[in-house]
């Protein structure tokens, strides 16, 4: 493969659909299979980034389409999630607002031919998006009283903790950005 990292981005993707797919349907261990998904994928988050960094250097492409593969697949999930009635459309809606926010944003510096690397508190978000929905998932597929199981106030708690982390990384990402956002244009 030339450039394996690109190939498992583009596999996110498509893994993303299939999780989607197990989450929509009743079936037996739909959504056990849906969870197996996810993890591989944000399995294959970290590996892409290590095999770029290290064995078959960074493209545009990566560049671009990794952090956007992150955000379809976590936004996929937590979308899910509100279809089964595990999470409130508001929680998903602010996450998914600050998900184009940063794109946008990134968008707009690569075209000023500034990459800009996630930050810590980037790093944070993904962290706690991906431990949520894992246990969102627990809470579905084994519904106990100690699980986030759908219309739980744990699953409530979760839910807002993701929210505003992930509004609170958005508003770091734009403070350290701010001289990009008020440059004067020419």
Same mark, same amino acid.
């Given at each position: 493969?030339?450039?394996?990292?690109?190939?498992?981005?583009?596999?996110?993707?498509?893994?993303?659909?299939?999780?989607?797919?197990?989450?929509?349907?009743?079936?037996?261990?739909?959504?056990?299979?849906?969870?197996?998904?996810?993890?591989?994928?944000?399995?294959?988050?970290?590996?892409?980034?290590?095999?770029?960094?290290?064995?078959?250097? &960074?493209?545009? !492409?990566?560049? +671009?389409?990794? @952090?956007?593969?992150d955000k379809?697949?976590?936004?996929? /999930? %937590?979308?899910?999630?509100?279809?089964?009635?595990?999470?409130?459309?508001?929680?998903?809606?602010?996450?998914i607002a600050?998900?184009?926010?940063?794109?946008?944003?990134?968008?707009l510096m690569?075209?000023?031919?500034?990459?800009?690397?996630?930050?810590?508190?980037?790093?944070?978000?993904?962290?706690?998006?991906?431990?949520?929905? &894992?246990?969102? !998932?627990?809470? +579905?597929?084994? @519904?106990?009283?100690?699980?986030?199981?759908?219309?739980? /106030? %744990?699953?409530?708690?979760?839910?807002?903790?993701?929210?505003?982390?992930?509004?609170?990384?958005?508003?770091?990402?734009?403070?350290?950005?701010?001289?990009?956002?008020?440059?004067?244009?020419?």
């Amino acid at each position: 493969m030339k450039n394996l990292p690109n190939h498992l981005t583009i596999s996110r993707f498509w893994m993303t659909a299939v999780m989607m797919v197990c989450m929509s349907i009743d079936f037996p261990y739909a959504r056990i299979a849906a969870l197996g998904i996810f993890i591989v994928a944000s399995i294959t988050d970290a590996l892409d980034g290590y095999l770029a960094r290290n064995f078959f250097g &960074c493209t545009s !492409f990566g560049k +671009l389409m990794d @952090p956007l593969a992150d955000k379809v697949l976590v936004c996929a /999930a %937590f979308i899910g999630f509100i279809e089964l009635g595990s999470l409130h459309a508001w929680m998903v809606v602010l996450i998914i607002a600050r998900e184009f926010m940063v794109t946008g944003m990134r968008l707009l510096m690569i075209e000023k031919g500034i990459v800009m690397p996630a930050g810590p508190w980037g790093k944070i978000k993904t962290t706690v998006q991906m431990l949520v929905i &894992c246990l969102l !998932f627990f809470g +579905l597929i084994w @519904p106990m009283e100690w699980l986030p199981i759908p219309g739980s /106030a %744990f699953a409530w708690w979760l839910g807002l903790g993701a929210a505003l982390i992930t509004a609170w990384s958005g508003m770091v990402y734009f403070w350290q950005q701010r001289h990009i956002i008020w440059e004067k244009e020419g």
